[in-house]
C-alpha cells in the first residue's frame, strides 16, 4: 500500500491532480451554478422567468445597452491614444523602453479605489464637473495601460527587415505605416482591445464615484440584485454578460489567449 | 529632432495624466485638512496619526486583514500552483492543454462574474461567509498566474538534472528539494508577489465573499467609506506609502529579472 502510495506521488502528471479538482470546485462548478440560477425561478424549478424579465424591464436592458457604448467608446479612445504611445516606446532603445513600459504599469498597482478617487478630486481641484466627461477620463485612466503594453509587446518583436524591405521597394513612410506596421500588429491590436473592452463593462462602483451616482453600469445593476438577494436574476444577467464576453472573446481567440499570457504584467 | 521632441512630450502628456491623481493624493497627505484638495499649511499629522491608531482602529484592522489574506492567499496558491506547473509540464499534450485552457478561465473571466460565481457557491453550500470564504475565493484567481509564471521556468530547466538525481540514488523528494525548487525558485517568488499584490488590490471578489459580519478589508473599507461622502484623510498618507511599497517592490523585480536575463 505504501509502495503503491509512493509510486502515484512519484509520477509528476499525477502532481496537476489537486489543482484539477481545485479547479474543478471553485471555477468550473460556480460557473455551472449560475447557469443554474439563471434557468430557476424563485421556487428552484426550471424556468425562463429571469430572461423574460430581461427582455420585458427596459431598465436593466438599458443599463445593459449603455455599459457596452461606454466599454465601446473607452476602448476607441484607448486604442487612440494607446497606438501611437506604444509605437514610440518601440522605436526608443531598449533601456529608455523598459523604463516607459515600468512608468506606464507602475500606477495600475495603487488600489483602483483609490486611483478612482483620486481622480475625484482632480476634477475638485481643477474645478471641472463630475459626469460622463469625468467618467471616461475614469475609465481610459484605469485601463489605458491595458491598450499600450501588447500593442507595445507586438511592435517591439516586429522584424525590422520587413519594414526595411517595404522602404527598399519605394514605399513612402505612411504606405509603411498602413501596409507593413498596421497589419503586423493586429495580434497586439484584437489583444489590447480584450483587456480593455472586457474589464471596462463589468466595472464596477467606479461610474458612481466618477459621476455622483448619476450614472450606472450594468456592474452596479448585478451587484444591487445579488445584494437585495434577487440571486435568480442577477445569475441571469451575468450569464448575458458572460455570453458577451464568451462572444468577443471567441471572436479573436488569439487576442484572448495572448491577453491571458499578458495578464502577467510584471 | 523635431520628430523626437514631439514624440517625448506626446509620452509626458500621457504620463502626466496617469501620475496627476495619484501626485495630488501624495501631496495632500502632507496637510490636515478634512476635505481632499484643501491645503492647510504643511504637516506630518496625518502620517503619525494613521500609525497611533486608536481613533482609527477600524482602519488599521482593514490593513491588518488584507496583508493577512494576501500573505495567506500568496502562499497556498503558490504551493498549489507550482505543484500544478510541474504535474502540468509532465502531462501528455491533450490533457496539458485543457488543464492550461481551464487556467485562463478566472484569467480572462471579468472580476464580477468570478466574484458572482463564488457567492453562489458558497451560499448552495452554506457556508457562513468570511475570512475562509475571502482567502478561498482569493486562491482562485491568484493561482493561475503563479501557474503562467512557473511554467517557463520548468520549459527552460534541464529535466535531466532530476532524472539523473534519481539514477543516483536520491529519493523523489530529496530531488524535488535539491534540483527542482532551486531552480524553480525565481518564478516561485514573482508569481508570490504577483499573488500577493492582486489579493491586495482586490475589489469586487471580497466585496461577494466577505459576508456581512463586520469583516473589512483596505477596499471594502475605502469602498464603505467612498459610499459615505468623505474619504478618511487617513487613507492618503496610507495610500502613499503602498504607493512607495510598490514602487521599491516593482523595481526590486526588474532587477531581479534584468539579472535572470544575463
Known amino acids: ?266 | 529632432m523635431i520628430k523626437r521632441i514631439l514624440s517625448s512630450s506626446y509620452l509626458g502628456i500621457l504620463l502626466v495624466m496617469l501620475y496627476a491623481p495619484i501626485l495630488i493624493i501624495i501631496i495632500f497627505s502632507f496637510t490636515e485638512a478634512k476635505v481632499l484638495g484643501n491645503w492647510t499649511g504643511f504637516s506630518f499629522k496625518l502620517y503619525t496619526s494613521l500609525f497611533k491608531g486608536g481613533v482609527h482602529h477600524s482602519l488599521s484592522s482593514a490593513l491588518l486583514n488584507t496583508l493577512v489574506i494576501g500573505l495567506i492567499a500568496a502562499f497556498a496558491s503558490t504551493i498549489l500552483g507550482t505543484m500544478a506547473a510541474i504535474g502540468i509540464y509532465n502531462l501528455q499534450p491533450g490533457p496539458q492543454k485543457a488543464v492550461k485552457m481551464v487556467n485562463t478561465i478566472p484569467i480572462l473571466n471579468p472580476d464580477i462574474i468570478t466574484a458572482i460565481s463564488l457567492f453562489l457557491l458558497f451560499v448552495s453550500l452554506g457556508l457562513t461567509q468570511g475570512y475562509t470564504t475571502v482567502i478561498l475565493a482569493h486562491i482562485t484567481f491568484c493561482t493561475p498566474y503563479v501557474v503562467l509564471s512557473v511554467l517557463p521556468r520548468l520549459r527552460r530547466m534541464n529535466t535531466n538534472l532530476y532524472e539523473a538525481a534519481l539514477d543516483l540514488g536520491a529519493t523523489p523528494f530529496k530531488a524535488l528539494w535539491k534540483i527542482l525548487l532551486p531552480e524553480l525558485r525565481p518564478g516561485m517568488i514573482s508569481g508570490f508577489i504577483l499573488a500577493f499584490t492582486l489579493s491586495i488590490d482586490d475589489f469586487v471578489v471580497t466585496l461577494f465573499t466577505i459576508g456581512n459580519e463586520g469583516l473589512e478589508t483596505l477596499s471594502t473599507y475605502i469602498y464603505a467609506d467612498a459610499r459615505k461622502g468623505g474619504l478618511t484623510p487617513e487613507l492618503r498618507p496610507l495610500s502613499a506609502i503602498i504607493f512607495v511599497t510598490v514602487l521599491v517592490l516593482l523595481i526590486v523585480i526588474n532587477q531581479r529579472a534584468a539579472k535572470r536575463k544575463v
Open chain 1, 1 to 266: 500500500m505504501y509502495r503503491k502510495i509512493r509510486s502515484f506521488v512519484g509520477r509528476r502528471r499525477n502532481w496537476t491532480i489537486p489543482y484539477v479538482l481545485f479547479l474543478a470546485f471553485f471555477v468550473i462548478v460556480p460557473l455551472a451554478l449560475i447557469v443554474v440560477f439563471a434557468f430557476s425561478n424563485n421556487e428552484g424549478g426550471f424556468s425562463f422567468t429571469n430572461f423574460r424579465k430581461f427582455w420585458m424591464q427596459p431598465e436593466a436592458m438599458n443599463t445593459f445597452i449603455y455599459s457596452v457604448g461606454v466599454a465601446i467608446v473607452t476602448t476607441f479612445i484607448c486604442l487612440i491614444l494607446g497606438y501611437p504611445a506604444a509605437y514610440l516606446m518601440s522605436r526608443m532603445e531598449p533601456k529608455r523602453a523598459k523604463l516607459m513600459v515600468i512608468l506606464f504599469i507602475l500606477p495600475m498597482w495603487v488600489n483602483f479605489l483609490i486611483r478612482t478617487l483620486a481622480t475625484v478630486a482632480l476634477f475638485d481641484f481643477l474645478k471641472l464637473p463630475l459626469g460622463e466627461g469625468a467618467l471616461y477620463f475614469g475609465m481610459v485612466y484605469n485601463f489605458l495601460p491595458f491598450m499600450i503594453y501588447p500593442i507595445y509587446n507586438i511592435l517591439q518583436k516586429t522584424d525590422q527587415n520587413l519594414i526595411e524591405a517595404a522602404q527598399d521597394l519605394g514605399a513612402n513612410p505612411r504606405q509603411v505605416f498602413l501596409k507593413t506596421t498596421l497589419p503586423l500588429s493586429t495580434p497586439g491590436i484584437s489583444s489590447g482591445i480584450l483587456m480593455v473592452f472586457m474589464p471596462v463593462i463589468s466595472t464596477f462602483a467606479i461610474a458612481e464615484l466618477l459621476t455622483i451616482n448619476n450614472i450606472k453600469l450594468f456592474g452596479t445593476t448585478l451587484q444591487e440584485n445579488i445584494y437585495n438577494g434577487m440571486w435568480n436574476y442577477g445569475a441571469a444577467l451575468s450569464l448575458v454578460m458572460l455570453l458577451l464576453i464568451g462572444i468577443t472573446s471567441l471572436i479573436n481567440s488569439d487576442g484572448s489567449t495572448k491577453a491571458a499570457e499578458e495578464g502577467n504584467l510584471i
